[in-house]
C-alpha cells in the first residue's frame, strides 16, 4: 500500500474500540478511500482482565496508524491504553489518538489541599505513550473543558485541540429565519471559550449568582427579546444548568431556545429529561444539537426529539490527515 497519494494526502489505517466502531466507519467514509478500518480481537480472560490481540500486527509497518478511543467510563479505560501503547511500537510510521472527549476535563484544579485533579493524571497517561518511528504521537481533543490543560501534556504528545462549533455553524445556517438567531452563553467560561468562534452572531451571557445556599442563573448581558436563541457549551452533565438558562431566556421574551454541547455526558440517562416523550421531560428545547464524540449516549437516544447529531466524523477524517 502506498504511503501517499498523487494528491499528497496520506493512506492511513485506523483502529477502533468497540463503542466507537460506528463513528470510526463514518470517518472512513469521508475520507475518499484513504482511511481504512482496522480490527482488534477485545476478549477478557476468566479473571476479567483484557486478552487483546491486534490483527495484522505485521501488515501495518511503516504505515500512518490511528486509534479511535472512547473513554466512556473508568471500566474501559485501561483495555483500551493497553493498545495505545503497543500500536505505536509496531514500527509504524506515524501514531494519532484521537479522543474526542476528554473525559476528565472538567476535574483540572484543585480548590483546597487533598483535591486530585485527575484531568493532570490522564494528561500524564497520555503523555507516556511511547513514541512511534515518525515522531511523538498526535493527539486530536475537541473542545477540551478548560483551555489551560493544553500545558498538561508532556513532549511526547502533540495535542491538537479541534472544535464542533463549524458543524453547528454550518445548521444554524441551515435554519429558516437564520438572521433572528442569538447565541447564548451559560457563563462566562463559556463565553470565553467559544465567543470569537461564533462572532457573526448577537451574543447573550448568562452568570450564576448566589442567594443563600443556592445558585441562580441570571441574564448578565445581551437581548434575547424576539429571537432564536442557541445555548452553547462544551458539555453537558444533569443538564441543570441548560434548563435554568432556558428559563431565563424565555422569561426575557426568547421565541424559542435550543442548545447545542460537543459533548453528551448525560450520565444516569439525564438526556430523559429533554426529550419530548419523557416522564418530567422539558419541553423548552426546539433543537438539542449534540455530536458523537460520546457514543454510547448517541446510541442510547437514537433519533428521539428534539435531540439531533452533528457527526465529527468528517472533522475526524480531516485532522487525520494533518
Given at each position: 500500500m502506498?504511503?501517499?497519494e ?18 470510526a ?5 469521508h ?11 477485545w476478549?477478557?480472560?476468566d ?11 505485521q ?9 479511535l478511543a472512547?473513554?466512556?467510563s ?18 509504524v ?5 484521537v ?23 490522564m ?7 511511547p ?10 481533543i ?6 489551560q490543560?493544553?500545558f498538561?501534556?508532556g513532549?511526547?504528545?502533540l ?5 464542533g ?19 447564548a ?9 467559544f465567543?470569537?468562534?461564533?462572532d ?33 457549551d ?11 438558562c432556558?428559563?431565563?431566556?424565555a ?22 429529561r ?9 419541553k ?13 449516549t448517541?446510541?442510547a437516544?437514537?433519533?428521539q426529539?428534539?435531540f439531533?447529531?452533528l ?12
Open positions: 502506498e504511503k501517499k498523487k494528491t499528497g494526502k496520506k493512506q492511513v489505517l485506523l483502529f477502533h474500540c468497540v463503542e466507537s466502531e460506528e463513528l466507519r463514518k470517518v472512513a467514509d475520507s475518499d478511500g484513504l482511511i481504512h478500518l482496522q480490527s482488534i480481537k476478549r477478557s480472560f479473571d476479567g482482565f483484557p486478552n487483546l490481540f491486534i490483527n495484522n500486527a501488515d501495518i509497518r511503516g504505515q500512518h496508524v490511528a486509534f472512547s473513554f466512556s473508568p471500566a474501559v479505560i485501561f483495555e483500551q491504553l493497553s493498545v495505545i501503547y503497543a500500536l505505536p511500537r509496531l514500527f510510521a506515524s501514531f494519532t489518538l479522543l474526542a472527549y476528554f473525559p476528565t476535563g472538567s476535574f483540572e484544579r484543585m480548590e483546597e489541599e487533598g483535591d486530585v485533579a485527575t484531568a493532570f493524571t494528561a500524564r497517561i497520555l503523555s507516556n505513550i513514541i512511534s518511528r515518525g515522531g511523538p504521537t498526535s493527539l486530536v475537541y473542545d477540551i473543558h478548560a483551555l490543560e493544553r498538561y501534556f513532549d511526547h504528545v495535542p491538537l485541540f479541534e472544535t462549533i463549524p458543524l453547528l455553524k454550518r445548521r444554524l445556517c441551515e435554519l429558516p429565519e437564520s438572521e433572528k438567531i442569538v447565541v452563553f451559560p457563563d462566562d467560561g463559556a463565553w470565553k471559550r465567543h470569537k468562534l461564533l457573526n452572531f448577537p451574543a447573550v451571557v448568562c452568570t450564576k449568582v448566589r442567594e443563600g445556599d443556592k445558585r441562580i442563573v441570571r441574564l448578565k448581558e445581551g437581548n434575547p427579546s424576539g429571537c432564536h436563541v442557541v445555548i452553547v462544551d458539555l453537558v452533565q444533569s443538564g441543570g444548568t441548560l434548563i435554568e432556558q428559563k431565563v431566556l422569561a426575557n421574551g426568547a421565541a424559542k431556545v435550543s442548545a447545542y454541547v460537543t459533548h453528551a455526558v448525560f450520565p444516569k440517562r439525564s438526556w430523559e429533554f426529550t419530548f416523550n419523557g416522564e418530567g421531560s422539558d423548552g428545547f426546539t433543537y438539542f444539537w449534540i455530536t458523537d464524540s460520546c457514543p454510547h448517541v446510541k437516544i437514537g433519533n426529539a428534539p439531533e447529531v457527526s465529527l466524523a468528517g472533522s475526524i477524517a480531516d485532522a487525520l490527515q494533518i
